[in-house]
């Protein structure tokens, strides 16, 4: 097709690398502070065993985080290299948004300027996680999808498609904007977009891409589901009462103007009102479904680069002054700028804070009851995580303090290894909260100790419980102790 729509402005390519840049520096200068997420020291263990699939997930972040740990070493600062390279990529496509919507120079380096100071670029950006890589591919299927509707020329359903097929290496997620999205062009068009035979061609290579890890989930009875629902079956109402809030939040109070400036522009261009409704339908989407609020921060941020132009004409004092409290107040609650021990402050925010610190503290509480078991018992005896945070957590800190390999149920755990029904002897459980139920699985239970973090995470104050044994063979046993969420 012919591209009947303006050309965009020149790319302010200096400005804006160098914004991205300094992200990159500041997510450097910051990764080795407080330790591993519970979901790194997960990611960290299914690099090891690497395939094509997971039950809680496919195998593009796992794969990544064994690369930048294999490449940059086995510390917090070495495992989110790669992970800091997407956060920074990130922001260079948003500025790129930005100019196929016409920006200037000045509003596409303002367009990097917000996502480099939003809260959840940030915060996605300083981990390692399915939403770091999930962010960039969401932005540049966004990118691909905007150049397709300005240019009407149906090839960039090719590179659509190729981004979608690798998001859903790493998360299925990538279906909800890209419905959204198709939603959004029934109703309000450009129609002519999908009387193409290129975007069956995109449907085809993304499916092409995609076709080992969804081959992997129909072997194995679509684990990823049962994962999904007991999330939403859990936390589905928590989430929808707190989706509009954490809306506003996490991307950042001061940066609404922004976004909302943005979402009027686009509903004035024909081309682009696409665009701007597909927003408001995921959010309906993820209400219904009962999914986390940041499933639909990505399409915020496209908001956000539309109306940086406009609040770039702006008061430049007005404007400062707004990025200079989103960055602190960014910075506050998703990077580990505060001491370890002040955490708590922002932890009812920002859970995740709390989760990269009392790994080590865990591990060596374990070691110390460990201790405990005779010498000539310890052959035979086990320890068992209630979690993959603590199981990954063990497995990371356990051999350089003399332990064994620590088995869980939960999730993939549960399928990488169990232990061998000779291990007859003590079991040494790890429980968030002591339960009878989950304790009749073994014999002769008793607390030995308990978990004291400086912080108020998840892991602060849980129980170290010894048991006598396993009340059935373990093989007998081990898919009673299975645990999907």
């Known amino acids: 097709m012919t591209d009947t729509r303006p050309s965009v402005p020149a790319?302010?390519?200096?400005?804006?690398?160098?914004?991205?840049?300094?992200?990159?520096?500041?997510?450097?200068?910051?990764?080795?502070?407080?330790?591993?997420?519970?979901?790194?020291?997960?990611?960290?263990?299914?690099?090891?065993?690497l395939a094509c699939g997971y039950v809680d997930q496919p195998p593009l972040t796992p794969l990544l985080a064994r690369v930048s740990s294999s490449v940059f070493g086995n510390t917090p600062m070495g495992l989110r290299v790669v992970s800091t390279i997407a956060c920074a990529v990130t922001v260079v496509v948003v500025a790129l948004i930005a100019r196929e919507f016409g920006s200037d120079r000045r509003g596409q380096v303002l367009a990097a300027v917000c996502a480099a100071v939003s809260g959840f670029v940030l915060g996605v950006?300083?981990?390692?996680?399915?939403?770091?890589?999930?962010?960039?591919?969401?932005?540049?299927?966004?990118?691909?999808?905007?150049?397709?509707?300005?240019?009407?020329?149906?090839?960039?359903?090719?590179?659509?498609?190729?981004?979608a097929g690798i998001a859903l290496e790493n998360k299925y997620l990538v279906v909800l904007p890209v419905g959204a999205?198709?939603?959004?062009?029934?109703?309000?068009?450009?129609?002519?977009?999908?009387r193409s035979w290129w975007l069956l061609a995109g449907i085809a290579v993304a499916g092409l891409v995609a076709l080992p890890n969804v081959l992997w989930q129909f072997q194995h009875d679509w684990p990823q589901l049962t994962v999904a629902g007991g999330i939403s079956e859990d936390d589905g109402t928590e989430n929808r009462i707190m989706f509009i809030p954490l809306?506003?939040?996490?991307?950042?109070?001061?940066?609404?103007?922004?976004?909302?400036?943005?979402?009027?522009?686009?509903?004035?261009?024909?081309?682009?009102?696409?665009?701007?409704?597909?927003?408001?339908?995921?959010?309906?989407?993820?209400?219904?479904?009962?999914?986390?609020?940041?499933?639909?921060?990505?399409?915020?941020?496209?908001?956000?680069?539309?109306?940086?132009?406009?609040?770039?004409?702006?008061?430049r004092g007005v404007?400062?002054?707004?990025?200079?409290?989103?960055?602190?107040?960014?910075?506050?609650?998703?990077?580990?700028?505060?001491?370890?021990?002040?955490?708590?402050?922002?932890?009812?925010?920002?859970?995740?804070?709390?989760?990269?610190?009392?790994?080590?503290s865990l591990a060596a509480a374990v070691a110390a009851q460990w201790d405990q078991i005779p010498a000539d018992q310890r052959s035979t005896a086990t320890i068992f995580a209630g979690n993959y945070g603590e199981a990954g957590a063990l497995r990371r800190y356990g051999p350089g303090l003399g332990l064994p390999t620590a088995y869980s149920g939960h999730m993939s755990f549960a399928d990488w290894e169990?232990?061998?029904d000779a291990q007859t002897g003590s079991v040494l459980?790890?429980?968030?909260?002591?339960?009878?139920?989950?304790?009749?699985?073994?014999?002769?239970?008793?607390?030995?100790?308990?978990?004291?973090?400086?912080?108020?995470?998840?892991?602060?104050?849980?129980?170290?419980?010894?048991?006598?044994?396993?009340?059935?063979?373990?093989?007998?046993?081990?898919?009673?102790?299975?645990?999907?969420?």
Not at 332 to 349: E, G, H, M, W, Y
């Open 429 to 485: 459980l790890v429980e968030l909260e002591r339960s009878p139920a989950y304790e009749a699985h073994f014999r002769d239970c008793s607390e030995v100790g308990r978990i004291d973090n400086i912080v108020s995470n998840d892991e602060d104050g849980a129980a170290l419980v010894r048991c006598a044994g396993p009340a059935e063979p373990w093989s007998t046993l081990w898919p009673k102790l299975r645990r999907y969420y």
């Open 247 to 315: 809306q506003l939040l996490q991307l950042s109070p001061f940066l609404i103007p922004v976004w909302v400036v943005g979402f009027r522009r686009l509903w004035r261009i024909p081309w682009a009102r696409s665009v701007a409704l597909a927003y408001p339908l995921l959010c309906l989407v993820v209400l219904a479904v009962g999914g986390k609020s940041y499933y639909a921060l990505p399409l915020l941020l496209v908001l956000v680069a539309a109306g940086a132009e406009r609040v770039a004409s702006w008061s």
């Open 11 to 49: 790319f302010a390519a200096v400005p804006v690398v160098s914004v991205a840049a300094l992200v990159g520096v500041v997510l450097t200068v910051l990764s080795g502070r407080y330790g591993y997420h519970r979901d790194e020291l997960y990611f960290l263990v299914a690099g090891e065993k």
């Open 319 to 360: 404007v400062a002054v707004g990025l200079a409290l989103t960055a602190v107040t960014s910075a506050v609650f998703t990077l580990p700028v505060l001491p370890a021990s002040a955490v708590d402050f922002v932890i009812p925010v920002n859970k995740e804070q709390g989760e990269q610190i009392g790994w080590p």
């Open 181 to 194: 999205l198709l939603i959004a062009l029934l109703i309000v068009g450009p129609r002519s977009v999908l």
């Open 418 to 420: 169990r232990p061998a």
């Open 125 to 163: 950006g300083h981990l390692v996680s399915t939403a770091t890589y999930d962010l960039l591919a969401w932005m540049l299927i966004c990118l691909f999808a905007v150049k397709l509707l300005r240019t009407l020329d149906g090839r960039w359903w090719l590179a659509l498609g190729l981004t």
